[in-house]
């Protein structure tokens, strides 16, 4: 029920507003099964409706979001096969100086999360490893 009621926002938001003025809000939210601050945050969806960003959230209600450009040049970037041995840090001041990315490292690394690029694997030393040990510097 609640899945059917997700998926039909608009829907539920006009018909509790049509019978605003003959029940309370209060009653009718009972009849739908949802509670008052689930339907104040259908209502704000659905009378803000704007174009989605690159990852669908709405610019007018999460305003400090990268653009699509940006995105996509994180994207490009971080793909880029002569940047794949970098750093993300590295990546970021490159993209930085290059004058195509403005905003900034905590940021840059939130959205390659976001997109899925994930750090390389630190090289383990392997379990049969043993230094050589020396009494005194440079005796072998």
């Not at 059917?4 to 049509?18: A, H, S």
């Not at 305003?63 to 490009?76: C, D, G, N």
């Amino acid at each position: 029920m609640k899945s059917i009621i997700k998926e039909q926002k608009e829907m539920v938001v006009n018909t509790i507003e049509k019978v605003r003025e003959h029940i309370p809000i209060n009653k009718a939210l009972k009849v739908f099964n949802i509670s008052r601050s689930t339907f104040e945050n259908y209502k704000s969806i659905v009378i803000h409706k704007c174009e989605p960003s690159y990852f669908n959230w709405c610019a007018r209600r999460f305003s400090h979001q990268l653009l699509s450009t940006e995105v996509r040049t994180i994207k490009k970037y971080r793909s880029d096969v002569n940047y794949k041995f970098w750093s993300k840090s590295s990546v970021y001041l490159k993209a930085v100086r290059d004058g195509e990315l403005p905003c900034g490292m905590t940021t840059f690394y939130k959205y390659c999360r976001l997109l899925g690029f994930k750090n390389r694997p630190r090289k383990r030393k392997s379990d049969d490893y043993q230094p050589l040990k020396t009494s005194t510097p440079n005796e072998v």
